[in-house]
């Protein structure tokens, strides 16, 4: 659906918009708010559990407001990313259309705010400065 709407033949493969503030005054400034505000749903979890699961179906993205993950392979001890506070993930399951590529564990006490996949997909439609691209 990217390359119908934005004419582009690139693969989207990760938010850049690092500053959470940013990323919900970009909601605002195009009216969307209230919309967003409607499609939104924050999720608390626990030291060690599982945000995300590889192999999955993946049907939000996830922004987190609190808190730190990290990304590992499933059955894998090497941690190949560690997020924190503003940080987005669980989007690439929506941007390829495929399972999800790893594992996100809570690495503390965390809250998440989840974007179910059609509001995380009109976001970048019409902020395409948040999205980043490769061939
Ligand atoms: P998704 O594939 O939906 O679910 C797992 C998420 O972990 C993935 O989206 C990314 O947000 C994140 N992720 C997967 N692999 C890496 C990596 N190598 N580095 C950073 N983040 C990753």
Redesign the pocket.
């Known amino acids: 659906q990217f390359d119908e709407h934005m004419g582009v033949t690139f693969i989207p493969v990760?938010l850049v918009q690092k500053d959470i503030n940013d990323f919900f005054s970009s909601f605002a400034e195009n009216n969307r708010l209230y919309n967003f505000m409607d499609s939104y749903e924050c999720i608390f979890y626990n030291k060690g559990e599982y945000v995300?699961r590889?192999g999955d179906i993946?049907d939000s993205?996830f922004v987190l407001i609190d808190g730190e993950v990290e990304?590992r392979r499933k059955g894998s001890d090497e941690v190949?990313?560690v997020?924190g506070q503003g940080e987005?993930?669980?989007?690439?399951?929506?941007l390829?259309d495929?399972?999800?590529?790893?594992?996100?564990i809570a690495r503390s006490e965390l809250r998440i705010m989840s974007l179910p996949k059609e509001a995380f997909l009109d976001h970048l439609m019409n902020n395409p400065d948040h999205a980043m691209w490769m061939l």
């Open positions: 990760m995300v590889e993946g993205a990304v190949l990313a997020m987005v993930f669980g989007e690439l399951a929506l390829t495929d399972v999800r590529s790893a594992d996100v």
